[in-house]
């Protein structure tokens, strides 16, 4: 039975790309945001056809922002273009309204990144994951009414489209391009080491399979490392040194991380020698072009930069 859809926000067809391609899969990401009106207001107002056809509010609610059958970016990925782009077109994402990962201060969990009065989060309204999943134990829970209607929209969508209901084993699991073949249910995680939605909760992939009738595939294949590093790895020792430094130069540091492995440019860095509480962190090169760390971090507002040293100003 089709779910009830709500169709009341609808994206412009210059913020996505209207034209229908075939769907094999569908991908799971949260928002890092307040509301569903919030995240459709952001869309709508930026140029980079940035979006997913469909975000879940806290009520449950489920918009149609886009035919499903049109397409937006929603990975991010650094895949060479042809296929980053193939991988794109077929997927068909959904957002659940979320705040994602929370940090800790004093005893307090916080949203966004930021100790402040407005970003506090009460624990009863938070999941722990009971251990440091990509830099976060702590994460907003999503609402049952939220749960309900993804079960619905995804078991619906696998009914409309020829997507089989089937999903990667050990879903957490960071996959890369090992996935650029795969047909079905995806969480963004499995495609992006720095991203940590759909919440990392293994009764919310339980759920998901035993109410739409996932079959759980154990053949996919690993995830591809650069130089033989585990990205995966590389990632989580590079949260743990950006949570030992000043909060808010930890965000700038894990900013031009982001950037060095955005569009193509496939760079990674290793953290380390974090000053604790500090701005300034040490790093080595793992993989990719060593000026492009000096370039954009310049870009970024970085205070110093150099060969082994990043330095954010205070």
């Known amino acids: 039975m089709a779910p009830q859809i709500e169709r009341s926000l609808r994206l412009p067809p210059s913020a996505y790309f209207p034209t229908a391609e075939q769907k094999t899969g569908i991908a799971i990401h949260h928002t890092v945001g307040g509301t569903a009106k919030s995240t ?152 992006r080491t720095d991203k940590t939605d759909p919440l990392p909760d293994p009764a919310f992939w339980a759920n998901l399979c035993a109410s739409c009738g996932l079959t759980v595939v154990n053949d996919v294949g690993a995830a591809p490392a650069p130089n033989g590093v585990d990205l995966d790895q590389l990632f989580q020792k590079n949260m743990a040194a950006l949570n030992t430094m000043n909060v808010a130069a930890g965000s700038m540091v894990k900013g031009l991380i982001m950037e060095l492995q955005r569009n193509n440019r496939a760079t990674y860095i290793r953290l380390q020698n974090p000053v604790a509480g500090g701005h300034a962190v040490g790093y080595e090169m793992v993989k990719g072009d060593p000026k492009l760390v000096e370039r954009i971090a310049k870009a970024l507002g970085f205070n110093a930069v150099t060969p082994t040293r990043l330095e954010v100003r205070q």
């Not at 609610?61 to 991010?76: H, L, M």
């Not at 077109?89 to 201060?105: H, N, P, Q, T």
């Open 40 to 191: 459709f207001q952001h869309w709508a107002g930026n140029a980079e056809m940035v979006g997913t056809a469909y975000i879940i509010d806290r009520d449950g609610t489920i918009y149609e922002v886009f035919d499903p059958k049109a397409w937006a970016w929603q990975f991010g990925l650094t895949w060479p273009s042809t296929e980053k782009i193939a991988f794109e077109k077929r997927f068909i994402g959904i957002e659940i309204a979320s705040e994602g990962g929370l940090i800790e201060s004093n005893g307090q969990l916080y949203c966004f990144g930021t100790v402040s009065p407005k970003t506090l989060k009460a624990r009863e309204d938070t999941f722990d994951c009971g251990r440091n999943y990509r830099g976060y134990r702590y994460f907003d829970k999503y609402d049952p009414a939220q749960i309900t209607s993804l079960c619905g929209l995804i078991d619906w969508l696998c009914g409309q489209f020829p997507i089989p209901k089937q999903v990667p084993a050990n879903p957490e699991e960071y996959r890369g391009e090992a996935l650029k073949r795969f047909t079905g249910i995806i969480g963004h995680t499995m495609v």
